[in-house]
């Protein structure tokens, strides 16, 4: 069964705090994505990775860094953590192509206080 | 980045067809229509994709109009276990990249 696993479901942290999401997929998939979601928003788009060190800023990059050292995993970084980055956070991977699914993880309810 | 428009919520009951609607008027010629439902505490899941034509798979129909301005899932006999978030995502590409742009999505409630 393919898999997408986040590290954590939960997590509290305090504000300034550096925080880390991992995020691991066993199936070989180039693209990799980390999405925030919010009650009204829906899913925003953080950050993606196309290949290893490889990445590319999404539509809400602000406050975040990400780093793919290896295919298999995509981290996400909060530099600062900040009240406002209290969310759920999404992984997915997919190979590259307009047909291919993403597949999802779990999500991490991150609350930041 | 091509947006898409769907209603917040609809409401079916058990055993009837649902038809889910999405808008997408900006979408361009390279863009494909995904649809991903979400259940209550897991991540989203993938339905169903096209590009022009109608689809089927065992899951749901997809419905694209011609002008490829709108496009609607159709889930035939609705279930309780469909109660989900619905999203219509275009895949766009960026960069040499296929990235999926999310809407807001409809939340499906089924009637027993």
């Known amino acids: 069964d393919v898999k997408v696993t986040q590290s954590s479901r939960y997590l509290v942290k305090r504000t300034g705090e550096k925080v880390f999401l991992e995020c691991v997929q066993d199936?070989?998939?180039?693209?990799m994505f980390w999405y925030r979601q919010d009650p009204g928003l829906g899913l925003r788009l953080i950050y993606f990775s196309y290949d290893v060190k490889m990445k590319e800023k999404g539509d809400i990059p602000e406050g975040y860094s990400v780093s793919r050292e290896k295919k298999e995993r995509f981290s996400l970084i909060l530099e600062s953590a900040s009240t406002n980055q209290t969310s759920m956070y999404l992984c997915a991977s997919s190979s590259p192509g307009p047909t291919n699914e993403a597949f999802f993880g779990q999500g991490t309810r991150l609350t930041v206080v | 980045d091509a947006k898409t428009t769907q209603p917040n919520s609809m409401e079916s009951n058990e055993e009837e067809p649902v038809h889910l609607p999405c808008n997408h008027s900006t979408i361009s010629g390279t863009d494909y229509i995904h649809w991903y439902r979400q259940l209550p505490s897991q991540g989203p899941e993938y339905v169903i994709h096209?590009?022009?034509s109608n689809v089927n798979n065992r899951m749901a129909s997809l419905a694209i109009a011609e002008d490829r301005k709108s496009s609607t899932l159709i889930l035939h006999r609705a279930t309780l276990r469909d109660a989900a978030v619905y999203y219509c995502?275009?895949?766009?590409?960026?960069?040499?990249?296929?990235?999926?742009?999310f809407g807001t999505g409809t939340r499906l409630k089924v009637l027993a």
């Open positions: 995502i275009l895949r766009s590409i960026t960069s040499g990249t296929y990235k999926y742009i």
């Open positions: 199936m070989d998939h180039e693209n």
């Open positions: 096209g590009l022009t």
